[in-house]
């Protein structure tokens, strides 16, 4: 399955090969109001074969590499990362730079790079096409990142549902170590060498947690560790390692080809006033899925509204449809509804709403949606993927799950819903890794914001607050 | 504070601390009880049950004490409300899917599901959905018997198998609340020391097929004792009831054992439990028939018979230090010497040694003589058939005998002792390693009232010495003192875990 | 029995020659790419599953233990652990059909009803009678933005009606 191409409505693209075009100027809205695609990491998506090193390199691939090689040392590299003040895409948004940064650079040991490539958080395909469509890309901010940090492996850990990503990684691998950008001295520096392979995975969500992640690669079970030790200093087999998303190191090359300055100009900058307000510096990756009628994934500059990239992208709610709510990014943040959607996609800004950007990938849910019967399908997920090591998630998800499907079949009580917050309180903030807080934040916010439509399944209970007709969902 | 040591507070007691200790481990030195599941000092940190959190200054979430790393400072709180919320919620998860099967569980009474319920637990039941469905009477092996819907998943049991004996016999299986643990398909341990999980795991969900069902706890009497299957002197406590051993646990000692003990130690009390025990002295009459004698009767035939005989004394090597000094004494005074017997093999790169006669270094030390083909001898003493089986113990011809087993006597005897075993003995053993260790009677164990060998050989002593006094244990421990072998050597108080030879 | 008596354990199985010789070179080559034999248990257990008809036995997961030198035990704890593979006949063919919210509100659980009675079966992980199909209940395939999704035989289809699916299990032998 190739990624879904999508017709685009506006670009502002880095146009032609890398290395040859100036920097994208920052994104402003046309005079019909519409915030414009930003390509640069998707540069490459529309280009046919994109995936073989041959059209690659016709696009610029491995320039910047050879560019970082010729004129920068490690530790520029890892400056220039640093002032672009990249944050992690795989949903935590964890400075990038600060993260090479722990790497301890007098370790005699093996150091590694383990690329989180499980993808593994409902809703979100981002990573997929990257893979799938420029998996030589992916590569080079890979060997841009195992130059900056002195790393020696790169395992590019693949969900085992990826088959077609595997198979670009696996070739784009091969095809570069046959051209010189993989393996002993590569592109003729001393000492710069690495091996790169792909793990793939074999149907487990926790193992996107990258603790999870390295236990898995170790072939292990994939039981998020306890910190610390923190994977910078012990991780993969007991070494120095670094993990980063898949989209995080695409976009490294760009930095390099444009400037960190330039990549922090982008987006929404920090706010002086909050120390925790790190700004959400350069592009992104953003998709759209579920009740929507141009479900999909483009790159914008953040600050772009969820309302925009849901009606003016991904083509608004069916026909007939109302959104009723949606979650902003995959499945493990907290809801918002209808009313809730002109903020704009930034890490801080839907922080400050009570959500978070998570993968940034939205899932929309319109009005035929049962609240109750979404809350047992989250639920169930959770419940499903719990790794059992922690008490509290593990017992206490498929607790949920039962409350939830008791009340589904209309043998729910209001206590049903105190037992339930009751739940949150004892399952949040408890366990090793965020699963469990994964869990609680979507079906929390659900259940109090749509609280009347689970007094509405109670036998007995009428809620007078209720509009009229909003409990009249449709069955899935 | 001394030593100028980094200090953290906890429940507004300042402690100092190690580099390298965890908090947990400062407040149970404190005498905090921090409850725990899945931390366990000799194995690594899962920190998974969740049971023993605690609330820091400054920090948001509640954090396990088990792996938390104190720092210069810390203020830690185990009662705050945050702390007990925590844990009682945490709790509150381990019951919702267990059977609560206390009345036939046997861990009941010494469960620490069971304790902290009680501590930390709500009235009501909060959860009203059908319980989770999982394997149970799982054998794990032969002595083993697993209940997944008990488990609570610590992963002790796993973390053993794959840290201490390396064997990896224990894995966990499935994901979520089908958690279970499972065992390799060959069906059997690879190691010695399987039954340490029994005792790890902290709920009833690893049951010893030896004891299962055979006593409630609270009937029970516990002694602390040591196993004296080999000479390693592994701490445990004896368990009995009504007469009867029915089951043995190893004690911490960092020094020994450190809290573990071997399958084949642990089940090492048949002969405890023999059909064919002594219950009371006999006497052989003239004309060869055997009756019960009270022990003063016994014991003046015993002297009369030695008068006549005298000769060596041969021993089992589990006798204690305090029966060895006087077998001596008792052999010098009939013109003979004392020899000890015991069993060699066995041993691994563990625990177990090949010396299998738990106090033979006592017996070396007070200069005794292993004996290895038959000689005779006018006394022999006997407990395990291993240590001082028939060919020596006919060879010997003796007259008088103490011996726990009708079958151990041999025809020449004129006189039985009943000698108690090892689990129905006060005094002192010598390990491997030289350190001066302590045997105490189960009072639940073995027939009533049989009297104490040490005793009746000081008896028969003073029957055959008019010179002798009465030293009893003070007055023999005041004389294994002045044995050259133990002069530097710490004697420990009894009732407790021993101490090593003074070197 | 009396319920309080465990049952006795299996016999065990006898292991399987691993690798075969067909993926002897392939599996040499993963267990070259870490640093220890534990870590090739994934790549090498996805070789092996495909190898031998879609599941791992219990004989195959002894000798696939043997050649990483881990125990049974060890293989097994991963089996049950990833989603991916089977500890049973997974019939000829392998339908697994999203569950998660992005397909279930696009229509997943009609295609879950659909593939079970296609399958004739009336839950999810039992192989059909035939021995035709095995439909497992997955969580999130990553193919959000063309739901419902559906693997057969470890190829995605998308957009997925429950006549097109009827059509595509229609069409497996």
Same mark, same amino acid.
């Given at each position: 399955?190739?990624?879904?191409?999508?017709?685009?409505?506006?670009?502002?693209?880095?146009?032609?090969?890398?290395?040859?075009?100036?920097?994208?100027?920052?994104?402003?809205?046309?005079?019909?109001?519409?915030?414009?695609?930003?390509?640069?990491?998707?540069?490459?998506?529309?280009?046919? @074969?994109? /995936?073989?090193?041959?059209?690659?390199?016709?696009?610029?691939?491995?320039?910047?590499?050879?560019?970082?090689?010729?004129?920068?040392?490690?530790?520029?590299?890892?400056?220039?990362?640093?002032?672009?003040?990249?944050?992690?895409?795989?949903?935590?948004?964890?400075?990038?730079?600060?993260?090479?940064?722990?790497?301890?650079?007098?370790?005699?040991?093996?150091?590694?790079?383990?690329?989180?490539?499980?993808?593994?958080?409902?809703?979100?395909?981002? %990573?997929?096409?990257?893979?799938?469509?420029?998996?030589?890309?992916?590569?080079?901010?890979?060997?841009?990142?195992?130059?900056?940090?002195?790393?020696?492996?790169?395992?590019?850990?693949?969900?085992?549902?990826?088959?077609?990503?595997?198979?670009?990684?696996?070739?784009?691998?091969?095809?570069?170590?046959?051209?010189?950008?993989?393996?002993?001295?590569?592109?003729?520096?001393?000492?710069?060498?690495?091996?790169?392979?792909?793990?793939?995975?074999?149907?487990?969500?926790?193992?996107?947690?990258?603790?999870?992640?390295?236990?898995?690669?170790?072939?292990?079970?994939?039981?998020?560790?306890?910190?610390?030790?923190?994977?910078?200093?012990?991780?993969?087999?007991?070494?120095?390692?670094?993990?980063?998303?898949?989209?995080?190191?695409?976009?490294?090359?760009?930095?390099?080809?444009?400037?960190?300055?330039?990549?922090?100009?982008?987006?929404?900058?920090? @706010?002086?006033?909050?120390?925790?307000?790190?700004?959400?510096?350069?592009?992104?990756?953003?998709?759209?899925?579920?009740?929507?009628?141009?479900?999909?994934?483009?790159?914008?500059?953040?600050?772009?509204?969820?309302?925009?990239?849901?009606?003016?992208?991904?083509?608004?709610?069916?026909?007939?449809?109302?959104?009723?709510?949606?979650?902003?990014?995959?499945?493990?943040?907290?809801?918002?509804?209808?009313?809730?959607?002109?903020?704009?996609?930034?890490? @801080?800004?839907?922080?400050?709403?009570?959500?978070?950007?998570?993968?940034?990938?939205?899932?929309?849910?319109?009005?035929?949606?049962?609240?109750?019967?979404?809350?047992?399908?989250?639920?169930?997920?959770?419940?499903?993927?719990?790794?059992?090591?922690?008490?509290?998630?593990?017992?206490?998800?498929? /607790?949920?799950?039962?409350?939830?499907?008791?009340?589904?079949?209309?043998?729910?009580?209001?206590?049903?819903? @105190?037992?339930?917050?009751?739940?949150?309180?004892?399952?949040?903030?408890?366990?090793?890794?965020?699963?469990? %807080?994964?869990?609680?934040?979507?079906?929390?916010?659900?259940?109090?914001?749509?609280?009347?439509?689970?007094?509405?399944?109670?036998?007995?209970?009428?809620?007078?607050?209720?509009?009229?007709?909003?409990?009249?969902?449709?069955?899935? | 504070?001394?030593?100028?040591?980094?200090?953290?507070?906890?429940?507004?007691?300042?402690?100092? *601390?190690?580099?390298?200790?965890?908090?947990?481990?400062?407040? =149970?030195?404190?005498?905090?009880? $921090?409850?725990?599941?899945?931390?366990?000092?000799?194995?690594?940190?899962?920190?998974?049950?969740?049971?023993?959190?605690?609330?820091?200054?400054?920090?948001?979430?509640?954090?396990?004490?088990?792996?938390?790393?104190?720092?210069?400072?810390? $203020?830690?709180?185990?009662?705050?409300?945050?702390?007990?919320?925590?844990?009682?919620?945490?709790?509150?998860?381990?019951?919702?899917?267990?059977?609560?099967?206390?009345?036939?569980?046997?861990?009941?009474?010494?469960?620490?599901?069971?304790? *902290?319920? *009680?501590?930390?637990?709500?009235?009501?039941?909060?959860?009203?959905?059908?319980?989770?469905?999982?394997?149970?009477?799982?054998?794990?092996?032969?002595?083993?018997?697993?209940?997944?819907?008990?488990?609570?998943?610590?992963?002790?049991?796993?973390?053993?198998?794959?840290?201490?004996?390396?064997?990896?016999?224990?894995?966990?299986?499935?994901?979520? #609340?089908?958690?279970?643990?499972?065992?390799?398909?060959?069906?059997?341990?690879?190691?010695?020391?399987?039954?340490?999980?029994?005792? !790890?795991?902290?709920?009833?969900?690893?049951?010893?097929?030896?004891?299962?069902?055979?006593?409630?706890?609270?009937?029970?009497?516990?002694?602390?004792? !040591?196993?004296?299957?080999?000479?390693?002197?592994?701490?445990?406590?004896?368990?009995?009831?009504?007469?009867?051993?029915?089951?043995?646990?190893?004690?911490?000692?960092?020094?020994?054992?450190?809290?573990?003990?071997?399958?084949?130690?642990?089940? #090492?009390?048949? =002969?405890?439990?023999?059909? #064919?025990?002594?219950?009371?002295?006999?006497?052989?009459?003239?004309?060869?028939?055997?009756?019960?004698?009270?022990?003063?009767?016994?014991?003046?035939?015993?002297? $009369?018979?030695?008068?006549?005989?005298?000769?060596?004394?041969?021993?089992?090597?589990?006798?204690?230090?305090?029966?060895?000094? !006087?077998?001596?004494?008792?052999?010098?005074?009939?013109?003979?010497?004392?020899?000890?017997?015991?069993?060699?093999?066995?041993?691994?790169?563990?625990?177990?040694?090949?010396?299998?006669?738990?106090?033979?270094?006592?017996?070396?030390?007070?200069?005794?003589?292993?004996?290895?083909?038959?000689?005779?001898?006018?006394?022999?003493?006997?407990?395990?058939?291993?240590?001082?089986?028939?060919?020596?113990?006919?060879?010997?011809?003796?007259?008088?005998?103490?011996?726990?087993?009708?079958?151990?006597?041999?025809?020449?005897?004129?006189?039985?002792?009943?000698?108690?075993?090892?689990?129905?003995?006060?005094?002192?053993? $010598?390990?491997?390693?030289?350190?001066?260790?302590?045997?105490?009677?189960?009072?639940?164990?073995?027939? #009533?009232?049989?009297?104490?060998?040490?005793?009746? !050989?000081?008896?028969?002593?003073?029957?055959?010495?008019?010179?002798?006094?009465?030293?009893?244990?003070?007055?023999?421990?005041?004389?294994?003192?002045?044995?050259?072998?133990?002069?530097?050597?710490?004697?420990?108080?009894?009732?407790?875990?021993?101490?090593?030879?003074?070197? | 029995?009396?319920?309080?008596?465990?049952?006795?354990?299996?016999?065990?199985?006898?292991?399987?020659?691993?690798?075969?010789?067909?993926?002897?070179?392939?599996?040499?080559?993963?267990?070259?790419?870490?640093?220890?034999?534990?870590?090739?248990?994934?790549?090498?257990?996805?070789?092996?599953?495909?190898?031998?008809?879609?599941?791992?036995?219990?004989?195959?997961?002894?000798?696939?233990?043997?050649?990483?030198?881990?125990?049974?035990?060890?293989?097994?704890?991963?089996?049950?652990?990833?989603?991916?593979?089977?500890?049973?006949?997974?019939?000829?063919?392998?339908?697994?059909?999203?569950?998660?919210?992005?397909?279930?509100?696009?229509?997943?659980?009609?295609?879950?009803?659909?593939?079970?009675?296609?399958?004739?079966?009336?839950?999810?992980?039992?192989?059909?009678?035939?021995?035709?199909?095995?439909?497992?209940?997955?969580?999130?395939?990553?193919?959000?933005?063309?739901?419902?999704?559906?693997?057969?035989?470890?190829?995605?289809?998308?957009?997925?009606?429950?006549?097109?699916?009827?059509?595509?299990?229609?069409?497996?032998?």
């Amino acid at each position: 399955m190739t990624a879904k191409k999508k017709a685009s409505k506006k670009k502002a693209a880095a146009k032609g090969p890398a290395g040859s075009t100036p920097a994208p100027a920052r994104a402003q809205r046309g005079a019909d109001g519409v915030y414009p695609e930003t390509q640069i990491l998707s540069r490459n998506f529309g280009v046919e @074969d994109s /995936w073989t090193l041959a059209v690659a390199r016709e696009q610029g691939a491995y320039t910047m590499l050879e560019k970082a090689l010729a004129t920068m040392t490690p530790a520029q590299v890892v400056e220039e990362v640093k002032t672009s003040r990249l944050r992690g895409r795989g949903g935590a948004g964890f400075p990038t730079g600060v993260k090479w940064g722990f790497i301890p650079q007098d370790s005699k040991k093996t150091k590694y790079l383990v690329l989180n490539a499980d993808e593994s958080e409902p809703g979100t395909f981002k %990573d997929r096409y990257l893979m799938e469509l420029d998996p030589h890309l992916v590569l080079e901010g890979c060997l841009l990142c195992a130059y900056a940090t002195g790393l020696d492996v790169i395992y590019i850990y693949i969900r085992g549902e990826y088959p077609l990503s595997i198979t670009r990684m696996e070739g784009a691998i091969e095809e570069a170590r046959q051209a010189g950008y993989l393996g002993k001295n590569i592109l003729g520096k001393q000492g710069f060498t690495v091996e790169a392979h792909v793990h793939p995975g074999a149907g487990a969500y926790i193992c996107g947690e990258e603790t999870g992640m390295l236990e898995s690669l170790e072939g292990k079970r994939g039981h998020p560790r306890i910190k610390p030790p923190f994977p910078a200093v012990e991780g993969a087999f007991g070494c120095p390692t670094v993990i980063n998303n898949v989209e995080t190191l695409a976009h490294v090359p760009c930095i390099i080809e444009f400037g960190g300055a330039w990549f922090a100009g982008l987006g929404i900058q920090p @706010d002086p006033a909050n120390p925790r307000a790190l700004g959400s510096s350069g592009t992104k990756l953003m998709g759209v899925s579920g009740d929507v009628k141009n479900p999909g994934v483009w790159e914008f500059e953040f600050g772009i509204t969820l309302r925009e990239l849901i009606y003016d992208y991904a083509g608004g709610p069916l026909d007939g449809r109302k959104v009723k709510a949606v979650i902003p990014g995959g499945l493990s943040m907290p809801v918002l509804t209808a009313g809730e959607l002109d903020v704009p996609m930034g890490y @801080d800004a839907l922080q400050k709403v009570g959500s978070g950007l998570g993968t940034a990938t939205a899932i929309v849910m319109d009005d035929a949606c049962d609240m109750v019967e979404a809350c047992e399908n989250i639920a169930h997920f959770f419940a499903d993927e719990s790794c059992g090591q922690c008490t509290p998630c593990r017992e206490g998800c498929h /607790w949920m799950e039962k409350i939830f499907a008791r009340i589904k079949a209309g043998e729910g009580t209001p206590k049903d819903l @105190d037992l339930l917050e009751h739940l949150f309180v004892n399952i949040e903030g408890r366990t090793i890794c965020a699963l469990a %807080d994964a869990a609680v934040w979507p079906l929390r916010s659900i259940l109090r914001k749509f609280r009347h439509e689970f007094l509405a399944q109670m036998p007995g209970q009428s809620d007078p607050a209720l509009p009229a007709g909003s409990a009249a969902v449709g069955a899935r | 504070m001394a030593d100028n040591k980094p200090t953290i507070t906890i429940d507004g007691q300042v402690l100092a *601390y190690e580099p390298g200790q965890t908090v947990i481990q400062v407040a =149970h030195e404190a005498g905090f009880d $921090v409850p725990h599941y899945c931390y366990h000092p000799g194995l690594s940190i899962a920190g998974n049950c969740r049971i023993c959190m605690v609330e820091v200054d400054g920090w948001p979430k509640p954090q396990v004490s088990c792996k938390l790393q104190p720092s210069p400072g810390m $203020v830690v709180h185990t009662q705050s409300a945050l702390a007990k919320s925590a844990r009682a919620g945490t709790m509150e998860m381990l019951l919702v899917n267990h059977p609560l099967d206390c009345p036939i569980c046997d861990q009941a009474g010494e469960c620490h599901l069971q304790d *902290y319920s *009680y501590q930390l637990g709500q009235g009501e039941a909060s959860s009203t959905t059908a319980k989770t469905k999982l394997p149970k009477n799982v054998a794990f092996g032969e002595k083993i018997v697993y209940d997944a819907e008990r488990c609570i998943k610590c992963t002790l049991c796993v973390r053993f198998c794959e840290e201490i004996t390396q064997t990896n016999e224990l894995a966990m299986s499935g994901r979520g #609340d089908h958690e279970i643990v499972i065992m390799t398909s060959k069906g059997e341990f690879d190691t010695a020391y399987s039954m340490n999980i029994i005792d !790890l795991c902290p709920v009833g969900a690893l049951t010893s097929r030896d004891f299962r069902f055979k006593s409630r706890l609270w009937f029970m009497d516990f002694t602390e004792s !040591l196993c004296t299957g080999c000479a390693r002197g592994c701490n445990v406590v004896t368990g009995g009831r009504d007469g009867a051993m029915l089951r043995m646990e190893p004690r911490a000692n960092a020094e020994v054992n450190q809290w573990w003990l071997c399958d084949e130690g642990r089940l #090492d009390y048949a =002969h405890v439990n023999g059909a #064919d025990r002594i219950a009371s002295p006999r006497i052989k009459t003239a004309d060869g028939v055997w009756v019960q004698a009270t022990v003063d009767d016994a014991i003046t035939a015993a002297a $009369v018979a030695l008068r006549e005989a005298g000769g060596d004394v041969l021993l089992d090597g589990g006798c204690t230090l305090e029966e060895m000094l !006087l077998a001596r004494d008792l052999a010098k005074v009939m013109g003979g010497k004392a020899r000890y017997a015991a069993a060699t093999g066995g041993g691994d790169k563990f625990l177990r040694v090949d010396e299998r006669g738990a106090n033979a270094k006592g017996a070396e030390g007070l200069g005794l003589a292993r004996a290895t083909k038959a000689a005779a001898a006018a006394v022999v003493i006997v407990e395990r058939d291993a240590h001082v089986p028939a060919a020596l113990r006919d060879g010997a011809a003796p007259v008088v005998v103490f011996a726990t087993d009708a079958a151990s006597v041999p025809a020449s005897a004129r006189v039985v002792f009943p000698h108690g075993s090892w689990a129905e003995r006060d005094g002192l053993l $010598v390990n491997t390693d030289g350190r001066i260790q302590v045997i105490n009677r189960n009072p639940a164990v073995g027939p #009533d009232n049989i009297p104490a060998t040490a005793d009746v !050989l000081e008896e028969i002593l003073g029957e055959l010495d008019p010179a002798y006094d009465w030293r009893g244990r003070g007055g023999l421990h005041a004389a294994l003192r002045s044995e050259s072998a133990f002069a530097k050597a710490q004697f420990p108080a009894m009732q407790s875990a021993g101490v090593g030879v003074g070197a | 029995m009396s319920a309080f008596e465990a049952s006795a354990p299996a016999a065990p199985p006898v292991p399987a020659s691993f690798p075969p010789k067909e993926l002897r070179q392939a599996c040499d080559e993963i267990v070259a790419r870490y640093p220890t034999r534990m870590a090739a248990c994934l790549p090498v257990l996805h070789l092996a599953q495909k190898h031998f008809g879609g599941w791992i036995s219990p004989e195959v997961e002894a000798g696939v233990a043997a050649y990483l030198e881990v125990s049974d035990s060890h293989i097994r704890g991963l089996l049950t652990f990833y989603a991916m593979f089977n500890t049973r006949p997974s019939g000829r063919h392998e339908v697994w059909v999203c569950r998660t919210l992005t397909c279930w509100l696009r229509g997943a659980a009609g295609l879950r009803r659909t593939a079970l009675a296609k399958a004739g079966v009336d839950r999810c992980g039992v192989e059909s009678p035939d021995g035709r199909f095995l439909v497992k209940d997955m969580e999130c395939l990553g193919l959000c933005e063309v739901a419902p999704a559906v693997f057969i035989d470890g190829a995605p289809h998308t957009e997925v009606t429950t006549e097109s699916l009827e059509q595509l299990m229609d069409a497996c032998e």
